[in-house]
């Protein structure tokens, strides 16, 4: 199952056996298809993990999971239609897979789809509030789209749950930015280069946050750094509202 995050390797060989060896067990075919798929997916192999995903859905179409990563498999390729079909045909089947719902707003939002987003954000909370993740992914989509308050509560308890996430400073951090608070978005991005020195959105957003309180030489230093672990960090920014 993956569940000791072992390398794919592992993962690939011992799925693969258990196919050759429970030819005759649809349940136990349609898990070993889809753990398969996982690893492939992990490799970047996204044709064969598709290909195994498929498998997995024919043997059980009442089996959610391969049909989500199956999705997730879809959207790495840029195939973004299919990725959709897949994460509604899985919440479709389980209206509490708070996983599926996560992805359909990632990619809803990328869409510029936010209200769609936040919704199915707002269901994965209610179906499973531990998912990983979850909490960060509705402030980003609440800072976003303007709503600040709500977007603060939902960093805090990010950071909250899981105290040492860099991706969760970055986005309070920018919620802070957001509402010119320029002492704690520092403080935030801080923190958050502190937990990935490679973290361009940070080092930009602590770049910005720099330049208004005036240190010139700190700004310029940590912007061209952000610029060289992702070029388009700037015009990202500046897509959501910051210059």
């Known amino acids: 199952n993956g569940r000791d995050r072992s390398s794919p390797e592992p993962q690939i060989r011992g799925c693969s056996e258990l196919i050759k060896t429970n030819a005759d067990n649809v349940l136990i075919l349609a898990l070993a298809y889809n753990n398969r798929g996982n690893a492939y ?3 970047g192999q996204y044709d064969l993990a598709i290909e195994d995903y498929n498998k997995s859905i024919n043997l059980n179409p009442g089996f959610a999971k391969p049909l989500n990563n199956r999705g ?5 390729k840029g195939e973004l239609d299919l990725a959709m079909k897949d994460f509604d045909a899985a919440i479709n089947l389980d209206s509490n897979y708070a996983d599926a719902f996560v992805n359909r707003a990632q990619l809803r939002e990328n869409q510029g789809d936010m209200p769609g987003a936040l919704k199915d954000l707002d269901e994965a909370i209610r179906a499973q509030p531990d998912t990983r993740g979850v909490w960060n ?8 789209g303007g709503d600040l308050q709500g977007a603060l509560a939902d960093c805090n308890e990010a950071i909250r749950r899981e105290p040492n996430v860099a ?3 970055d986005s309070r951090g ?8 320029w002492d704690l978005a520092l403080a935030d991005f801080n923190a ?7 973290l361009a959105s940070a080092l930009y957003g602590r770049g910005v946050a720099k330049s208004r309180k005036g240190d010139v030489a700190g700004s310029k230093s940590d912007i061209a750094a952000a610029r060289a672990i992702k070029q388009d960090v700037e ?3 500046a897509h ?3 210059h």
């Open 174 to 181: 920018f919620v802070y930015l957001k509402s010119n608070q």
């Open 192 to 198: 958050a280069v502190r937990l990935d020195p490679k």
């Open 240 to 242: 959501y509202g910051v």
């Open 137 to 144: 992914e509705r402030c980003w989509a609440r800072a976003i």
């Open 72 to 76: 997730v498999a879809h959207k790495k």
């Open 41 to 43: 997916t992990t490799q």
């Open 235 to 237: 015009a990202e920014y």
């Open 167 to 169: 991706a969760d400073f």
